[in-house]
DNA sequence: ACGTCGGACGTCAACGTTGACGCAGAGCCG
DNA sequence: CGGCTCTGCGTCAACGTTGACGTCCGACGT
C-alpha cells in the first residue's frame, strides 16, 4: 500500500508496440488480440494475454479514435444541475451509457444559449460521437447549425429540424391532462398554474395545454423554474387570486417553492389549496405534505435518450421523434 | 433553419491542411496560428482565420491530445448523483473545470469499489489528465492502483497515501464541533447521532469526533446514508432512546428522513427534538422547519478540488492536503 | 562585400492505433 | 503436381496535430 519512492511519477504506460516487443508479434497481432478480430492462434492469444497483464497494458482510447474516428463518448449538456431533475436524469443517461460502453462529458449551460453553443462547439472538438441536450430556454439554431456540422443530436422535450437532431419528448400534454382531471375530480374548481417564464411561447407546451383545458380567465403565474421562483410566483399568486384551491406547478421545485410560500400564509395543503408538480424528484416524497406529481421516468428517459442517439448515429434516416409515457402520482398534497 | 436535403449527414470536418490549402501555405503554418505561437505574420494571420471562419475549422482535440499527451480532460467519479450533495458539488466542479478550459468526464460508482476502479481504467484510457474522487465506502487500493500507474488523483474527503493523489478534505471535525456547542448552548442535552453504516472504521470522521465530545452512552444509529435510512435511523432511536432532545446527522438528506420521522411520531422540531444535518443542499432551507447544518461550500470544495488537481499535474512534488473551512448555518430546525 | 541574425515560413517524424493489403505455408482437391 | 483456399501473421500508411529542426531572405553591422 505504501509508495514506492523510486518509482516514477508520471510512468510511461505500455503501448501496443511494448506488447509486441514482449511477445515477439507485430503491433497489428496484438492489436488483434486485443479487439478479438480474429487472425491469430491460441498459443498467440495466451502469449500476448500475459504480456498485456503484465505491462500493464491498457488501449489508448485517444489513438483509436483517432483512426477509426468514433470515440464511444458522449456529450450531455443540461441547464441546471442543481435542480434534482436534472441531476436523477444525468443520473438515468450515465448509467445506460456505462451499460452501452460509453463515457459521458457532462456540460452545463445555466440556460445560456451562447454557453450552450461554445459547449456544444467544445465538445466537438474533442470528438464526441453524439450530445444529448436539454436546450437552454432561447436556444434555437446553435443546436441546428452544429447539428448541419455533423454532430448527432438528441434533444429532450424540444423541437428542432434536422436530419442530425432526434427530438425525445415526455408526453406532458396526457401528464397535464391527467393532473387537471385529477384536480377536478377532487372537487376542485379554481385552479391556477406557476410556470415558467423564460420560454418563448412554441415551448410552453405545459402552459399551452394546461391553459386548453381550463377557462380563459384562469391564472397563470410566470416565475423562474427555480423553487425562488415557485415561492414568488405562489405569493403574487395569492395577493392576486386568494380563492384559488388548486395548483399546476411547472416543476416540482417551483411547486415545492409555492408549499412554502403557501405554508408562510397559513394556507393548509391540501385543504385550502391543492399543488401538483411534475418531475417526481426524490425529495418530493419526503415533504409534509408529499406532493402529488407527473411523474417523468428518470431512468427510462435516460435510456431512450441514449437509445436513440445510438440510432442516430447508424440510421442514416432521420429517427422518428419518440414519445415516453408520463403517469400521475398521487401523494398528500391533493 | 430548414434543413438543406443535400447536404451530407455526416459532413468532412475540414482540417489544418484544409485550410492550409485554401490559404496557400503549410498546416504548420495554420497551427501556429490556431495556437498563437507567433512566427507569422499579421497578413498570414488574417488570411487563415479568414479561411478557418470559412471552412468552419475546429482543431480535433483528440489529435492534438495524441502528440501533446495533454488532453484538458479531467474525470469526477461520485459515489450517486441523486444525493443533492454530489450534484451541488459536481456543479461546482464542473464550474470550475469550465473557468480552465477543461471538460469533464462525470462517472457514477454506485458506491462500489469494483465499479470504481473499473471507472478509473476506463477514464485513463481516455487519456484524462486526472481525476477527482469521491471514493466508495470500501474503496482502498483501487486508487493507489491507478495512481501509481500515474493517473493524478484528487481525493475528497480520503485518505490516500501516495505521490500521485492529493486529498481535499472538509474540516468536519470543526464543523461537528460547531454542531455540538450550539446544541448545547440551545440547552440540549441528550445528543444522538445517525451515521453513515457503511464506512469502514478509519472513515467515521463525523462519528468519531462526535463521539468524542459527547458522553459515552450517547446512542450512535448507523444507516444507510440516504433519507431513508435517516428515517429508519430515526425510528430506532426513538424506539430506544425516547428522551432524546437533538440529534446530529450524518448528512442532510438523512436529516430530512429524521424530519420525517419525527413528524410520523408527532415530535415537534425543534420544540421537542433538534435536528442538525450536514452538507447544506438547497433544498434544506424549504422544508418546514428549514435545517440547521453544517455548510460545505460547494463551489469552493470544486474550485479547490480542481486546482488542486491542476497543481498535482504540474508539481513534482506531493502536494500538501488542503482542509476547506466550514460554517454552522442556523435555521429553524435547531 | 561578407558575416550574422532573426523573422517567416516549410519539412519531417512522431504520437498509438487500425484499415488495407500482402505473403508464406499448410491443407485440400482434381 | 498445379492451383486453390484458408490461417496466421507482417507491412505500410493513415488519422490530425505538434515538436524539432531546416531553409530562405532581408536587414544590419563593419
Redesign the pocket.
Known sequence: MADDPSAPKRP?????????DLV?????????V??D?????????ERVLDAIAELN????????S????QSNTLALIITDIADPFFAELANGIQQAAQRRGMSVFLAVSENDADTESELLGRLMSQAVDGAILFPASHSIDGPIHFARLGLPIVAVDTEFDHDNICCVRSDLEHGVALAVDHLRTRGRRRLAMLTNGNLPPHRRRRENHFRSLVATDTPVVTADPTSTGGYEAARTLLDTHPDVDAVFAYNDVMAIGALAAFREADRRVPDDIAVVGCDDIAVGTLLPPALTTIKLDHERLGETAVACLQELLTATTRPDPITVPIDLVVRAST
Open positions: 510511461q504506460k505500455a503501448t501496443l508496440h511494448d506488447v509486441a515477439g508479434v507485430s503491433p497489428r497481432t496484438v492489436s488483434r486485443v479487439n478480430e480474429g487472425g491469430f492462434s491460441d498459443a498467440t492469444r497494458y491498457r488501449p489508448n482510447l485517444v489513438a483509436r483517432l483512426v477509426t474516428s
